[in-house]
């Protein structure tokens, strides 16, 4: 089953998880012109050319160890190479050891299809999530939920619309005789955009675009009143701050962010400088810009200023009617049971702001998305002022600051093993909790000693914190620059979906799989839905209309109308008119279904996710037929479990639960008769699924794996068989099973293959692989420790008791000082050791990417029996002296059910004759090498760093 996964052994199949959102994929749901525009297109479907993919696979035929490859372009890779079919998420095409593997079409030199992409409704089924709402903003107009009249490029648009409105602002600052003296002056295209002051002040736009109903001027006299209650009790930032004992509490770099540096944007379109909440220990740390509108000294002159600047910049650019395309295309409003429009608030929209303002920082920052800003931005905050001067000092050498920082770092690592020392003889832990706090002792100094390698590559410079660049990032070394601009290039472009892409690896680990079994092994991605996805009032209506037939005509069966009746038997007696009664007669079919047809409009609406996965699932099965693909893998699909009857006759929760198990046999059935009518000589290898569950096909069943039909067998006199479906559990390293597989109790034939921990290939732009392996080596606070020490209050008291910072003498007050102090130096520690642990795999990922990692659960079995059985099917067409392998899909020797044959007869038997049937396992696989370098190359090649093992 599909498994979304990013540590070893994460399972479950991802189309339970409905919740997660992607956007939609299809031209013809987001824009009314039904195409991409060419900057998208090229970012969903990248462009391979055809010299490219025949040198691959020259290259391909000239290394290969188990088996002659004859064939070397890519006109004769149908004939050459045993296709087998991907139905899964997407496979990255571009993958260096899958691009010789894919089946691409080319025309007159021009790469006109690899696979085909169901999601997308196009022709390549490359794993991408591209994101086509900024294409709403400045649009002409949004019409059922589609995008009309796009521009160009509306990114252009947006970042000239926010610099014309910070410069208008910044220049009203400079004009104000107060505010020009005040911190407020530091303002200005460089520190903010306008979704950064917007989410600071609620009432900077005023068309109520996200605020209906909103009372402003009650808000406006809320927020002065709560500044005037700052101003009364001294609590204002001011150019005072550091005598202000309000904040004494401070760490010396907060008050040189906000006093003294400039103030620099940060991804949320504001500046950040990071504080804890005084008066309230062991809390989280905060921004303080946060509460700008009423904690900085002269807001009660700036508010109205930056409304009045932002009105007269509303008017000149109409700006609020260029965004209201973007808000109503990525919040339309819904619509109640009682068809009452919910209404817009600012809640829904925070997240929206974010993405504009996200967009805007990091088309403006050339190094926005360096990996060791967050580490720099802890470290200089927790830099003493001393030190901070030294470091900044023109007479100071370049060794000695370097001291002064290598000394900092060691000073956190032995305050840490500190930590450590102590929480292993604390009564704060389980015996358990401090066996795991002992390992990440141990990896301490391993760690240390790498960061140390990774530092003394960026170069020590980096740590004497200089003031950071007008784009907001600190100046990087131009070595390696480039590989970071294309790195945030492929991952942060603003037509993308960075979240959503990087989990984007299921598919193309599923392909990795495959392929190595055999190097005459091709693949043919084919791309389905795999999780939620963004609501379209159009595709919505053509998936419910075709449902709503289809399930008509079935229902209209006699051997269905038999069953069903037999099943409403108890609750028909509380009907009026009962459906089911001889005199009934031919209608009997119409009158039931019409009990169901308002059932259906609000399963539908509740699980929608099942019939667009249904159909889009079907489609394929339908092309791979006809592509005559004689192996597909299948390592997705959804579940059902029967619902418990409800008590006392409760009419509509049963016929509920009624109508939620016939759709799920309607599904088997239409999925059993499209396979059948369009792909009879297909042998369909499906995962079993990761739920832990007996699958009897009645009670329990999982979409495509289990395709019987029990419940209607006793009706048709006969039981529910399909030759053309292999379901396939998982097993551990020792051949037992593993604790998240299914097992079938159907007709369907099962077998066994590895399934725990399987290392391949996934995709290029995700970092899972350089994670893992880290990891697995020195990865520290994974228990815990690091990340909650500082809120930990017992635990805390205590080690500042041993270490004598807390003593009997002091008073309650001076007690609660001392661990607010402490609870922000720890913390501020914990997150510069686990920033820099992100930065150093980050790094690698980006300059050695590990396009590998290991991935458990069904899905991973399911190939590999996929890629088991290609092996023998082509072992067995070179028996027949058969070259040409698209004459296997008709042949009578390979037939699914010959083909399951065969790997009955070479695979053992896993555990006898049991309670269930003589299931098989099938013990071999092909793996990656694992010996892949987490670094093999630092920026400059000023050091070289060995091979981790």
């Not at 905060?286 to 002269?298: A, N, R, T, Y």
């Not at 429009?341 to 920082?361: F, G, K, M, N, Q």
């Not at 698209?886 to 053992?908: C, D, G, R, V």
């Amino acid at each position: 089953m599909f498994t979304r996964i990013t540590t070893l052994l994460s399972l479950f199949c991802l189309l339970t998880l409905v919740g997660c959102l992607n956007q939609r994929q299809d031209p013809a749901t987001i824009f009314k012109s039904t195409t991409m525009p060419k900057v998208i297109e090229k970012l969903a479907n990248p462009q391979v050319d055809l010299k490219t993919v025949e040198e691959k696979i020259l290259a391909s035929s000239e290394t290969s160890e188990t088996s002659e490859t004859s064939g070397t372009s890519v006109n004769n890779h149908k004939n050459t190479f045993l296709d087998v079919a991907v139905i899964d998420n997407g496979v990255d095409y571009l993958h260096p050891e899958l691009i010789s593997r894919v089946h691409f079409n080319f025309q007159d030199g021009n790469l006109i299809s690899a696979g085909k992409d169901f999601l997308g409704n196009d022709n390549f089924a490359y794993p991408s999530i591209v994101d086509a709402s900024i294409f709403a903003f400045g649009a002409e107009k949004i019409e059922n939920g589609a995008i009309v009249g796009p521009l160009e490029d509306p990114v252009a648009l947006l970042l000239f619309l926010n610099d014309e409105f910070m410069k208008r602002l910044e220049d009203a600052i400079q004009s104000s005789p107060v505010l020009n003296k005040s911190l407020l002056r530091k303002i200005n295209v460089s520190s903010f955009n306008i979704f950064g002051l917007k989410s600071l002040y609620p009432l900077l736009f005023e068309g109520d675009i996200a605020t209906p109903g909103t009372n402003k001027d009650k808000m406006r006299e809320e927020l002065l009143k709560n500044y005037s209650e700052a101003k009364r009790d001294g609590k204002l930032v001011t150019k005072d701050l550091r005598n202000n004992p309000e904040y004494k509490l401070l760490q010396a770099g907060v008050f040189r962010k906000i006093l003294d540096q400039p103030w620099l944007m940060s991804y949320d379109g504001s500046p950040y400088a990071s504080v804890y909440s005084v008066g309230s220990s062991y809390s989280r740390s905060h921004d303080l810009f946060d509460e700008m509108q009423i904690k900085f000294e002269d807001a009660d002159i700036f508010l109205p200023l930056l409304e009045k600047t932002y009105a007269d910049f509303n008017r000149d650019f109409q700006f609020e009617e260029k965004l209201k395309t973007y808000v109503q295309y990525r919040h339309p409003q819904t619509k109640s049971s009682s068809n009452i429009a919910t209404p817009l608030t600012i809640d829904s929209y925070s997240d929206t702001y974010y993405t504009l303002a996200r967009i805007i920082w990091s088309e403006k920052s050339k190094y926005a998305f360096d990996v060791l800003d967050s580490t720099l931005e802890e470290y200089c905050t927790d830099v003493s002022d001393r030190e901070y001067a030294l470091l900044n000092s023109s007479e100071y050498g370049i060794e000695q600051k370097t001291e002064i920082a290598k000394s900092k770092f060691d000073s956190y690592f032995e305050q840490v093993k500190k930590i450590y020392t102590f929480a292993k003889s604390s009564p704060d832990f389980s015996i358990e909790t401090k066996e795991s706090f002992e390992r990440e002792f141990e990896r301490i100094t391993p760690y240390k000693n790498l960061l140390n390698q990774f530092i003394n590559a960026r170069g020590y410079d980096l740590f004497f914190c200089k003031s950071k660049n007008s784009l907001g990032s600190y100046d990087l070394l131009n070595d390696f620059t480039k590989d970071y601009q294309r790195y945030n290039k492929l991952t942060q472009n603003p037509y993308v979906n960075s979240s959503k892409n990087k989990e984007q690896v299921h598919g193309t680990h599923v392909a990795g799989i495959i392929s190595k079994q055999d190097n005459n092994i091709g693949i043919v991605p084919v791309r389905v839905l795999t999780e939620s996805q963004e609501a379209s009032e159009l595709a919505d209506n053509n998936i419910s209309a075709r449902f709503l037939a289809e399930f008509r005509n079935w229902f209209t069966d006699l051997t269905v109308q038999r069953a069903s009746c037999d099943l409403l038997k108890d609750l028909i007696k509380n009907l009026e008119v009962n459906p089911c009664s001889e005199s009934a007669g031919n209608a009997s079919a119409e009158k039931l279904f019409k009990l169901f047809e308002p059932i259906f409009k609000k399963k539908f609406s509740d699980s929608r996710i099942d019939y667009h996965f249904f159909y889009q699932l079907n489609d394929a099965l339908k092309y791979v037929g006809e592509q005559k693909i004689k192996l597909a893998n299948i390592s997705l699909g959804t579940s059902f479990s029967r619902g418990i009857s409800s008590p006392n006759n409760d009419t509509r929760k049963n016929l509920d639960k009624l109508f939620d198990f016939l759709v799920f046999e309607f599904f088997k059935f239409q999925t059993n008769k499209t396979i059948k009518q369009y792909a009879p000589n297909t042998l369909f290898v499906v995962a079993a699924g990761n739920d832990g569950a007996w699958l009897d096909g009645r009670n329990r069943s999982a979409l495509p794996c289990d395709l019987s039909t029990p419940f209607l067998d006793k009706y048709i006199g006969s039981p529910t068989t399909n030759n053309n479906v292999l379901c396939v559990g998982s097993i551990g390293p020792e051949q037992e099973l593993s604790s998240f597989t299914n097992i079938p109790l159907t007709q369907i034939p099962f077998v066994f293959s590895f399934g725990e921990a399987i290392l391949s290939t996934i995709k290029t732009t995700n970092c899972s692989g350089n994670n893992s392996d880290f990891n697995a080596k020195f990865a520290l606070n994974q228990n815990g420790l690091l990340s909650n020490f500082g809120s930990n209050k017992s635990f805390l008291e205590n080690y500042l008791t041993k270490e004598g910072i807390i003593t009997p003498n002091q008073s309650a007050k001076e007690k609660f000082e001392l661990l607010d102090k402490f609870s922000v130096y720890f913390n501020t520690i914990f997150e510069i050791v686990k920033s820099s642990q992100h930065a150093i795999t980050q790094h690698s990922c980006i300059t050695s990417p590990k396009n590998h990692d290991r991935l458990s659960g069904t899905s991973m079995a399911s190939p590999a029996v996929a890629g088991y059985l290609a092996k023998m099917v082509l072992a067995k067409a070179k028996a027949f002296a058969i070259e040409d392998m698209s004459t296997l899909y008709n042949h009578p020797e390979f037939t699914p059910a010959k083909i399951i044959q065969m790997l009955m007869e070479n695979a053992p038997a896993y555990g006898g004759s049991s309670i269930v049937r003589e299931v098989r396992k099938v013990t071999d696989i092909g793996m990656y090498d694992e010996n892949i370098k987490l670094l093999k190359r630092l920026p400059g090649n000023r050091y070289s760093i060995k091979v981790l093992k």
